[in-house]
């Protein structure tokens, strides 16, 4: 399978616990993207990264969250002292400059 | 006013009816128009993508760009029970700049 994964696709946590996902882009795409799925609505964009460089945070990414991209491959996204809130599906997408975004299949994070 | 407005439905139909799932937008700047499907607990799949206004169709789907009215559609053509989905529009301004989502609308088909 070459498309997007990401891992775990499933974690329940308890509030205050510390939780980190991993996404694989396709190869060769030197932009990656996060966003975030809550139920009924459409995904929202939390950041993105060209190659290593981070290049836009939205203002949802609170500082509880931090995502990096340390060799310009995969990607890990981390929040800090989880909240109730937190609860919905995180998404990466993958692509080239100049072409689109495709997904991975998620992962849904339950907080406790 | 959200930069994209989708009517979340939800939408049932017969199976082989034509569906048309719509989008408004408020932001002239969006150059970049797609249409996703979302199946229940997976990551959205690409279905269209289009950059000028007018029709690009590909096997039963239709989508269409109208710049001036900032409306866009997608249109189904004898739809299918495996057609069940959400359907997302997205914009964006450049290639590959973030994606601005749509609500969705939760598509059923009956047979």
């Known amino acids: 399978d070459t498309g997007v994964s990401q891992n775990p696709r499933h974690k329940i946590t308890k509030r205050g616990q510390n939780v980190t996902f991993r996404c694989d882009p396709i190869s060769e795409h030197n932009r990656l993207y996060w966003y975030r799925q809550t139920l009924g609505q459409g995904p929202e964009f939390l950041t993105y990264?060209?190659?290593?460089?981070?290049?836009?945070k939205s203002r949802l990414l609170s500082d509880r969250f931090s995502a990096e991209r340390p060799k310009g491959s995969f990607s890990t996204l981390e929040i800090q002292r989880t909240e109730q809130g937190d609860s919905a599906m995180y998404l990466c997408?993958?692509?080239?400059?100049?072409?689109?975004?495709?997904f991975g299949p998620g992962t849904r994070l339950l907080v406790l | 006013q959200k930069e994209v407005e989708q009517d979340p439905g939800p939408l049932s139909v017969p199976e082989g009816a034509i569906v048309s799932l719509n989008c408004t937008y408020s932001n002239s700047a969006f150059q970049y128009f797609m249409w996703y499907r979302q199946y229940s607990r997976k990551g959205p799949e690409l279905l269209m993508y289009t950059y000028s206004s007018g029709n690009k169709e590909d096997g039963r789907f239709t989508a269409q760009v109208d710049k001036s009215s900032k409306y866009i559609s997608l249109f189904i053509r004898d739809s299918q029970p495996s057609d069940s989905a959400t359907y997302l529009c997205a914009i964006t301004q450049g290639g590959s700049e973030k994606l601005v989502f749509g609500k969705g609308t939760k598509l059923t088909v009956n047979p």
């Open positions: 997408a993958s692509t080239r400059t100049g072409e689109t975004q495709y």
């Open positions: 990264f060209q190659n290593e460089a981070q290049l836009e």
